[in-house]
């Protein structure tokens, strides 16, 4: 996806370039709203929610 984010933004700087404003602003904006849902995902994947919320599945379905 941090890939894509980049890509978008080579090509909103190339339609710059030509001239092409209203293209380039919707690559920057395609851009800009994948690298927020990028960060979103980092950030849980990085703070361990998605970790935390399976261990309290797995520790609800065993027996004590």
Same mark, same amino acid.
């Given at each position: 996806? =941090? +890939? %894509?984010? !980049? /890509?978008?933004?080579?090509?909103?700087?190339?339609?710059?370039?030509?001239?092409?404003?209203? *293209?380039?602003?919707?690559? +920057? +904006?395609?851009? #800009?709203?994948?690298?927020?849902?990028?960060?979103? &995902?980092?950030?849980? &994947?990085?703070?361990? /929610?998605? !970790? %935390?919320? *399976? &261990? *309290?599945? #797995? =520790? =609800?379905?065993?027996? +004590?």
């Amino acid at each position: 996806m =941090e +890939e %894509k984010v !980049t /890509f978008l933004r080579q090509l909103s700087e190339q339609m710059g370039n030509y001239n092409l404003q209203s *293209a380039a602003a919707k690559y +920057e +904006e395609r851009a #800009t709203s994948l690298d927020a849902e990028v960060s979103l &995902i980092r950030g849980i &994947i990085l703070n361990g /929610f998605a !970790t %935390k919320r *399976a &261990i *309290a599945d #797995t =520790e =609800e379905e065993q027996p +004590e």
